[in-house]
């Protein structure tokens, strides 16, 4: 355990932190998900920009690798394409 007050701080803002990132990755996991499962493509269209957006905030936040987001938004654009 620590024992400077700093390093006890950084504890506390850490978890905070932490929840965060992780509801925030979730989120845009879930928001991915139901986007992948709608047929319609003017619904799909209508969703696309949302998510991105979600995905080119967790990238700028370090929490996914920029690749990756980089990945996912190919491959979601890729596949509103096709609809």
Not at 29 to 46: G, M
Request: hydrophobic share 40%; net charge positive; proline share 1%.
């Amino acid at each position: 355990m620590a024992n400077h007050k700093s390093a006890l701080k950084r504890i506390r803002s850490n978890e905070k932190r932490r929840v965060l990132n992780r509801y925030q990755h979730k989120t845009t996991r879930n928001a991915i998900k139901k986007l992948r499962e709608v047929t319609d493509a003017k619904e799909a269209e209508k969703m696309l920009p949302s998510v991105i957006s979600m995905v080119d905030k967790l990238a700028k936040k370090n929490i996914i690798h920029s690749n990756k987001a980089a990945n996912l938004k190919a491959q979601l654009a890729k596949h509103v394409g096709a609809l």
